[in-house]
């Protein structure tokens, strides 16, 4: 059961095989154990071990003790307990809920007992064997789920001690037992060693999306855990061979990476299509030198960071699992891109490489450890984890490893305080005209997430690029669009009628994140008539016209000036004579006016003096007054 994975990679690239060459004969799966004693009654009390199953949260490094309850029916526990949670505790003691092996999947009889109220559940073995260890079911079987829900611990405990349970509950004895997990870990310095053995694959379903789930969650607690100094993690990536007879096939060489050495099953598991096999190889063997080079400059921490950064940014799904990806994401990291690549070598040159011959030895189990045939394998302290690969899971498993006394905060309180967005921002984006970024802590360590700021809400991927959408958002930096101030004048390629997008706005083309402008005059739409002249300006042209002639826009003409001018002219001169006319009219008739009445009044005076020959001299003075012509 536990050597699934590679079973089926068998199958479907029957000409890959695991380099632990021994394997089909005598591969050694280590089963993980804990201990129960049955503490009463008293004439069974005995310790046994028991099989730590791989799913649920194993209590490592703690202890239960609880009362037995074996169910009436149902004892198999593959279908759900009638009623409210039927196996819960009415005292301070807890429920320990013993099944019967057989009928479904160890893990669903657990997640019965679990929903029942149990606090741990014991799966007595059907047949007298050594201890197998309980593993989690294949993919498909899990629809609900359920998998991912279970909290409580399991084991897996043999036929013999589970009769003698049974026997003892049929007596009507209360039966109590001990799990300890206490020493499945072992414990002895104050530094605890682990590594993961994964996989930069990210299309082969439930497993990988376990695994990366796992590493994307634990990431803050790992980097604090590493930076501390309090653990050494060290990735370890799982390789296949070619076999001799088989190097000249087409399946070893899309699979594989230095002549058959280092091999990978085809992702889509059809060796045409789409991803090879040696993509991951190559993929995994950057991921080792990753690690490697930066454990050189004392920041191994930053593994974390690359290969959560990696699977979100050049994700297979996305067609975008590739070297220059890859590059971008080390470079946003502030990896050294050239040291990394002479750690990777020559993939098609015919010799070992140095770090995956590494790896491929470690794959064989030495010591306490076991064969790594399972991928997600992690291993604490030279011990397989069992249980299942969740943050709180394994943060427990591996406070576990620290000599008592030596545990570093995070295991007492669960502090996490990262601050990893202080340095380099995380290798997040960062507006570079305010202060708004899209790094933010987080339980799990830094994440890069388009940040909503100023009542604008960013979107993008959060490394490289985020804009401002919605209303306001060419208040921001113009909306992350293209802009421009010449003279004074600031033209924008946002507009706040669109949501999203940047346009280019009249006169200029381009993206709307990078805008040129048009000259107008060199299109040759504007300006067009014969005697025309264009000027190119800023977000604009004019028009002018060769000469002395006037420019009409709305005929795209010129016209003569001197006609206009002339008539002017004209008018001018109508208007002064006019003006002159009417003068003269005036004139004349204050003239004929002043005369008439001259006469009239030298008339009536006539008749009281005698007037000698004046009548000239009145006309020539007629300004001066009557009287003076009374100077007499
Ligand atoms: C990481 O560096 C330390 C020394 O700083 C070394 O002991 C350790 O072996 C290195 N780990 C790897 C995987 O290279
Ligand atoms: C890394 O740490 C080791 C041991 O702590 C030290 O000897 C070495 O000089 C350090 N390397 C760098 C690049 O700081
Ligand atoms: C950005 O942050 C720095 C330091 O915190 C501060 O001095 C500066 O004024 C901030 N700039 C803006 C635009 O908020």
């Not at 799904?317 to 971008?328: D, G």
């Amino acid at each position: 059961m536990a050597n699934t994975l590679f079973s089926r990679a068998f199958l479907i690239v029957s000409t890959l095989v695991l380099s632990s060459t021994s394997f089909l004969t005598e591969a050694r799966f280590v089963v993980e154990k804990s201990s129960i004693s049955i503490l009463d009654p008293s004439d069974i009390r005995s310790k046994h071990d028991a099989a730590i199953g791989n799913f649920g949260v194993p209590d490592y490094g703690g202890s239960m003790v609880g009362t037995v309850v074996y169910p009436d029916t149902g004892a198999t526990g593959c279908s759900p307990f009638e009623g409210d949670k039927p196996f819960r505790s009415k005292s301070s003691t807890p429920t320990i809920l013993l099944l019967d092996r057989g009928g479904c999947y160890f893990a669903l009889k657990v997640w019965n007992g679990q929903q029942a109220g149990a606090a741990a559940v014991l799966v007595a073995d059907s047949v007298d064997e050594p201890l197998i260890t309980m593993d989690s079911p294949e993919e498909s079987s899990d629809a609900d789920g359920y998998l991912e829900k279970i909290g409580v611990p399991s084991v897996l405990i043999d036929h013999s001690v589970g009769e003698s349970i049974k026997g003892a509950l049929k007596k009507a004895a209360n039966v109590v037992v001990k799990i300890d997990w206490s020493e499945s870990m072992p414990h002895p310095d104050q530094r605890v060693e682990y590594e993961l053995w994964t996989n930069s694959n990210d299309e082969c379903g439930i497993r990988c999306d376990e695994q990366m789930n796992f590493i994307k969650n634990f990431k803050g607690n790992a980097q604090i855990l590493e930076k501390g100094g309090y653990t050494r993690f060290t990735p370890h990536y799982i390789t296949w061979y070619c076999p001799h007879a088989f190097l000249l096939s087409s399946q070893c060489k899309s699979q594989c990476i230095n002549h058959g050495r280092y091999c990978a099953p085809d992702p889509e598991q059809d060796f045409g299509m789409g991803y090879q096999g040696k993509d991951v190889v190559f993929e995994n063997l950057r991921q080792l030198c990753v690690h490697r080079v930066a454990n050189e400059s004392n920041r191994s921490w930053v593994w974390w960071d690359y290969v959560t950064d990696f699977h979100i940014r050049c994700s297979m799904k996305q067609k975008k699992y590739s070297k220059e990806c890859a590059e971008e994401v080390m470079r946003s990291l502030h990896l050294p891109i050239e040291k990394i690549k002479s750690c990777m070598g020559d993939p098609e040159a015919d010799v070992e490489n140095q770090v995956l011959k590494i790896e491929q030895d470690l794959q064989v189990g030495r010591g306490s450890r076991g064969d790594v045939t399972i991928l997600p394998t992690l291993v604490i302290n030279d011990v397989q984890y069992r249980g299942k690969l969740e943050r709180i899971a394994v943060l427990k498993a591996i406070c576990a490893g620290f000599k008592e006394t030596t545990d570093p905060p995070i295991c007492l309180n669960g502090d996490l305080e990262t601050n990893e967005c202080l340095e380099n921002n995380g290798g997040c984006w960062q507006d570079s005209h305010s202060n708004i970024t899209a790094c933010k802590d987080t339980f799990r360590g830094r994440v890069c997430q388009c940040p909503s700021a100023n009542g604008v809400q960013y979107r993008g991927d959060g490394y490289k690029s985020c804009e401002a959408v919605g209303p306001g958002r060419c208040m921001v930096n113009h909306g992350g669009c293209w802009s421009e101030t010449r003279h004074g004048l600031t033209v924008s390629a946002c507009t706040e009628s669109d949501l999203t997008g940047c346009h280019c706005p009249p006169g200029f083309t381009g993206d709307g994140y990078r805008c040129e402008e048009i000259d107008e005059c060199k299109e040759g739409k504007v300006c067009q008539c014969d005697d025309c002249t264009c000027k190119n300006t800023w977000s604009g042209f004019e028009c002018g016209c060769r000469g002395d002639k006037l420019y009409i826009l709305e005929h795209d003409t010129c016209i003569e000036r001197h006609t206009s001018k002339f008539g002017w002219f004209l008018t001018l001169l109508v208007l002064a004579a006019v003006v002159a006319a009417s003068m003269a009219g005036y004139i004349f008739y204050k003239y004929r006016l002043r005369s008439y009445m001259d006469s009239e009044i030298m008339a009536i005076m006539s008749q009281y003096m005698p007037i000698d020959n004046q009548q000239n001299q009145v006309v020539h003075h007629e300004a001066e007054p009557l009287q003076q012509r009374s100077s007499v």
